[in-house]
């Protein structure tokens, strides 16, 4: 159980292209999702955290105008990273936190890698 | 504020050797520690945790962890290193306060190498 479903897992696309990364989860409902972005090599970075029915927490230095978070469902949330540039090439992971369970960790996406040219 | 140290990026050992990965963390809050796992091109996966109770904590393909408060450490540790065990480790902490939503909190990551 507490499958966590992201996609697509890997994207190439143009500078200036918007892209929409999706995060589901499978077998339970989220309240709570999280978005990181990590670089290769290095360490996860928290980007934003998204309630549903609300707008997303961002992390201080995280462009809110540029990637769009929308947490629409219990079980969806989506990052649009807008007009992309090849500086915003990187490995996005998302997870998400169970209904409720305040002191559990939280499920892991897959990953998606993106890569603008 | 919160933080996480890894000591050490990389970690080689030999197949059937001890595998200790160090974790030292701060927090102004009893923290709940995480130790996760990542292999090439995927998401973390969760190996322990602590949260409160008992201080060795035991996870998943035979790692443990011990939380010491006084030393403000949570190593990471495998009697018998496995080639498969060959990936990239985090330590993350959160406050694990409901309303703060569980922010975590990584570190730097510390790269395991097994060799046969």
């Known amino acids: 159980g507490a499958v966590v479903s992201q996609h697509p897992s890997w994207v190439i696309c143009k500078s200036g292209t918007s892209v929409k990364i999706e995060c589901r989860s499978l077998?339970?409902?989220?309240?709570?999702m999280f978005w990181y972005r990590q670089f290769p090599k290095q360490s996860l970075m928290l980007m934003a955290t998204?309630?549903?029915?609300?707008?997303?927490?961002?992390e201080q230095g995280v462009e809110k105008d540029k990637f769009l978070i929308n947490h629409a469902s219990l079980t969806l949330s989506t990052l649009t990273v807008t007009s992309a540039h090849p500086e915003d090439s990187s490995f996005y992971i998302c997870?998400?936190?169970?209904?409720?369970?305040?002191?559990?960790?939280?499920?892991f996406g897959d990953g998606t890698r993106l890569s603008i040219l | 504020a919160q933080s996480v140290t890894q000591l050490g990026s990389h970690v080689s050992v030999s197949e059937g050797a001890l595998v200790l990965l160090r974790c030292n963390y701060s927090?102004?809050?009893?923290?709940?520690l995480f130790w996760y796992v990542q292999y090439p091109n995927q998401g973390l996966q969760l190996l322990l945790k602590?949260?409160?109770?008992?201080?060795l904590v035991k996870g998943i393909n035979g790692f443990e962890a011990e939380f010491k408060k006084s030393e403000t450490s949570f190593h990471l540790t495998k009697p018998s290193a496995h080639m498969s065990d060959a990936a990239e480790y985090f330590c993350?902490?959160?406050?694990?306060?409901?309303?703060?939503?569980?922010?975590?909190?990584f570190g730097q990551g510390t790269e395991l190498s097994v060799k046969p």
């Open positions: 997870s998400a936190r169970k209904r409720d369970s305040f002191n559990q960790p939280q499920h």
């Open positions: 077998d339970f409902q989220a309240t709570t």
């Open positions: 998204s309630n549903e029915g609300s707008k997303a927490t961002y």
């Open positions: 927090s102004s809050v009893p923290p709940y």
């Open positions: 602590y949260t409160t109770g008992a201080t």
């Open positions: 993350a902490v959160s406050e694990g306060v409901y309303n703060q939503g569980g922010k975590l909190i």
